[in-house]
């Protein structure tokens, strides 16, 4: 069975970089991108980016791009996303997740469980 | 960029009544890479439909999701408590390569 299981929720201070976690299993980490998504208290889903953990190529939001960077550990079968300078609107549940390739088509199928994070000082 | 809209913003409905959301595109989109989901209260998103029209693994068949172009619908028939939530539509291909639409709540009358 897949398993996006992301770190724990965190406080950050305005200015600084967060940085989140998500470790999956059930599957084969470099067979599949992880992209992920921001959701604002309230609001709805904004894409962020995407990850190739086979080879580490990723490709971001022009709204996040120079902010964002995400990485993969293969070790680990982590992916990470950090945001850096981050400032109040930042505060936001985010989530990975597993793109999967269909035969005619492709979707964001299985979800980490979400990592809300505060900026706040 | 490909904008997504979706109307209505909140449907209110009553159990066992039929829901039609709609999201409407800025550009003509792939029917294999429009997609919808449903995200209950505290949760994460959850897929209903790929490919414009195919349920995903365990979606009752009261789901369903048809258009082309830059129409595209989801039903819902028969409404059970467990469907009132909030839907997203969203596409993939454009630039930024993943879109989301703003989400049409669907409340219980």
């Known amino acids: 069975e897949v398993h996006l299981v992301q770190s724990e929720p965190a406080v950050t201070r305005p200015g600084t970089a967060m940085k989140i976690s998500c470790k999956v299993s059930g599957y084969t980490f470099s067979d599949y991108y992880i992209h992920w998504v921001q959701q604002a208290p309230g609001k709805g889903l904004e894409w962020m980016g995407l990850?190739?953990?086979?080879?580490?190529?990723?490709d971001y939001s022009e709204k996040f791009q120079g902010r964002v960077a995400i990485t993969a550990d293969t070790s680990t079968d982590t992916v990470y996303m950090t945001l850096s300078s981050v400032r109040s609107e930042d505060t936001a549940v985010y989530y990975c997740?597993?793109?999967?390739?269909?035969?005619?088509?492709?979707?964001?199928?299985?979800w980490g469980q979400g990592t809300l994070v505060t900026v706040s000082s | 960029e490909i904008v997504l809209t979706q109307s209505p913003g909140t449907l209110s409905l009553s159990p066992g009544e039929s829901a039609t959301l709609s999201c409407t595109s800025s550009?003509?989109?792939?029917?294999?890479?429009l997609t919808w989901f449903q995200q209950r209260p505290g949760q994460a998103p959850r897929l209903l439909i790929y490919g414009t029209s195919t349920r995903a693994t365990g979606i009752p068949d009261r789901f369903s999701g048809s258009g082309s172009g830059t129409y595209f619908t989801l039903t819902i028939s028969r409404l059970e408590p467990e469907d009132f939530a909030v839907y997203y539509c969203?596409?993939?291909?454009?630039?930024?390569?993943?879109?989301f639409g703003q989400g049409t709540r669907l409340e219980i009358k």
């Open positions: 969203q596409q993939y291909g454009g630039s930024p390569a993943i879109t």
């Open positions: 997740a597993r793109w999967v390739p269909a035969a005619t088509s492709s979707f964001l199928q299985d």
């Open positions: 990850i190739d953990p086979e080879d580490g190529e990723t």
């Open positions: 550009h003509s989109l792939s029917t294999s890479y």
